[in-house]
């Protein structure tokens, strides 16, 4: 069964910036698309940011475009998330995703079939 393994979080004052990374742990895995998810305490989990690895095109949420780029490399099975100008609302556990299934729609959960156990990450006001 192959895992997803999230490194990088922790606690940052606002203004600060983090650099999450995600790697699959099986060279043999292949997916159409990677992201990032979050959750905050009594909140539902959002979409945050994708990468679609036969366009190398992204997409992002609203609330962290021009802060949050997220990146990685296909033939190695990572994806990073550079957060930058964090905010004290950016709080979450952060989880990375896989979807080994094609569809046209990487922002929704539903398509993706792999996860990673998340990463907490604080930034303090």
């Known amino acids: 069964q192959v895992q997803l393994v999230e490194s990088g979080g922790g606690l940052v004052q606002a203004g600060g910036s983090l650099r999450l990374s995600c790697t699959a742990s099986e060279h043999t895995f292949s997916s159409y698309f990677m992201g990032w998810f979050r959750q905050a305490p009594g909140k539902e989990r959002e979409f945050v940011a994708a990468i679609r690895w036969s366009s190398s095109s992204t997409n992002y949420a609203d609330s962290v475009k021009g802060r949050f780029t997220i990146s990685g490399d296909n033939a190695k099975n990572t994806v990073y998330l550079q957060m930058n100008s964090l905010k004290p609302e950016d709080t979450a556990v952060y989880s990375c995703?896989?979807?080994?299934?094609?569809?046209?729609?990487?922002?929704?959960?539903?398509?993706?079939?792999?996860w990673g156990q998340g990463t907490q990450v604080t930034v303090s006001s």
């Open positions: 995703a896989a979807g080994s299934r094609w569809s046209a729609n990487s922002r929704s959960s539903a398509n993706y079939n792999y």
